[in-house]
């Protein structure tokens, strides 16, 4: 029995029920939590945690040992799910998005099963990274990551270290996904694992198939011009208003340009928050609503002793939660406001597949802006034409209205979820996993493409004219 297996976990606050993973007779799923130990950038002594929270896929039988299934558990997909921020934890994603647990808005922070869990056909593991973020820590004075090379270095140190103690997902096709911030994670660390193994460094060469990335954080500029746009179009600001944030936008470009970063990032954070405040302080990542996805009692319950012993987490360790503020978000002030389209460039070069998905109410990242990236990008490998002539497929439900609008062209996948802010796998559960196994097995897309129906809409007319 692996030391790091989660056998139960409390059902609540006070601790007076339990959820059983893999408890004597009662084996639902094999779960496995803990840190793994990766050396520090600066001190040769110092060590970084970082916390895993890993579920097998319910297509595998708890109740069949490891090596009488291993074909079945290599066959599946492994997908790492990781929150942005910088500083959210990607617990959030596991208990408010796409895991197979979720908590309750209640005082006793009743936690139960899901039924939109995306390990029910794929091994789904919860990093929290970088340092600082979540139960991930370091030793004593703490380290937090500066840039993108640090942190995907030491997220790959993380995973060899994890494979080493389960190698019967080493093989596994693996994919990174991630939403917000996670949309500069997502590549970077794709790209460290993809260079570690073309190198003889002694590692673990990784099944890396390709990267998905919903709402990403990827080219803060446009993002931010965007978000002017959005908020003017959607009535949250006046003529007077969208003028002047125009040219603190100005100043915002003036110091990107000159790349003195913190100036860019304290100038780009500040005109956010002026646009927030002439809306009404609407909720930058749903236009439709006041206050952000509500995180209930979850920092109370990851924070309780019996919840961290049942994951193996130190008592003294302190679950902590941020989004673009705090420590680790300060030690990424330069990082903040880059661009790093040019890493999905090489990453669809390289034929990655890559999934791009986004929630139509997200001002602060959504659709438009992914939209002009993956438009300029494909410009720039001279297929912008082969991009715009693609058939987007309006995806539908069984009664005809729409899933979600999907454009493919060779390895790269866009898809616009309709009815969706930032976090679309909490607004839109079954639809996003759908949209997941649909790109991760191959499987059709059913909808239909609109402008070949208008073409035959043309031509039957034509036809009983004749």
Known sequence: ??????????????????????????????????????????????????????????????????????????????????????????????????????????????????????????????????????????????????????????????????????????????????????????????????????????????????????????????????????????????????????????????????????????LGNALVDRTVAYGGNFDVYDARRWEDLPMGALSTYLNTAEVKASLHVPAHTLWQNADDKGPVTEALVDDNMADVSGLYARLVEKNYKTLLYTGNFDTACGYRGTEEILDDMMEQQGKRAEWRDAPRLIWTHAQGNPKGFVRSVGNLTQVAVPDSGHQVPAFQPEICREMLYNWLFGRPFPGYDPERADKQTAADKDLRKA
Not at 20 to 46: C, I, L, N
Not at 117 to 133: L, R, S
Not at 135 to 152: A, M
Not at 226 to 243: C, H, M, S, V
Request: with cysteine; glycine share 10%; hydrophobic share 35%.
């Open 1 to 266: 029995m692996s030391p790091d297996l989660v056998e139960s976990i409390p059902a609540n606050i006070p601790n007076t029920q339990c959820i059983e993973f893999f408890t004597g007779g009662t084996k639902k799923v094999r779960s496995y939590a803990g840190h793994v130990h990766v050396d520090g950038a600066k001190r040769e002594k110092q060590k970084n945690h970082l916390f895993y929270w890993f579920f097998e896929s319910q297509t595998c039988n708890p109740h069949v040992q490891i090596d009488e299934q291993q074909d079945l558990i290599t066959r599946t997909p492994l997908v790492i799910w990781l929150n942005g921020g910088p500083g959210a934890s990607s617990l959030l994603g596991l208990f408010l998005e796409n895991g197979p647990l979720t908590v309750a808005d209640d005082a006793a922070g009743t936690v139960s099963v899901t039924s939109t869990t995306w390990n029910q056909e794929a091994h789904v593991v919860y990093w929290d990274q970088p340092i600082g973020t979540g139960y991930s820590y370091s030793d004593k004075p703490e380290e937090y990551v500066q840039d993108e090379d640090t942190l995907s270095h030491m997220f790959w140190q993380g995973l060899q270290e994890f494979f080493r103690l389960h190698p019967e997902y080493a093989l596994c096709p693996l994919y990174i996904c991630g939403e917000s911030y996670a949309g500069k994670y997502v590549p970077a660390i794709a790209l460290e694992i993809d260079k570690q193994n073309g190198t003889d460094a002694g590692g673990q060469r990784l099944n890396l198939k390709g990267i998905a990335v919903g709402n990403g954080w990827i080219k803060p500029e446009l993002s931010l011009r965007i978000l002017i746009d959005y908020a003017y179009t959607t009535g949250f600001l006046g003529i007077g208003q969208k003028e002047a944030l125009e040219k603190s936008y100005a100043e915002f470009q003036k110091a990107l340009a000159e790349k003195d970063m913190k100036e860019a990032n304290r």
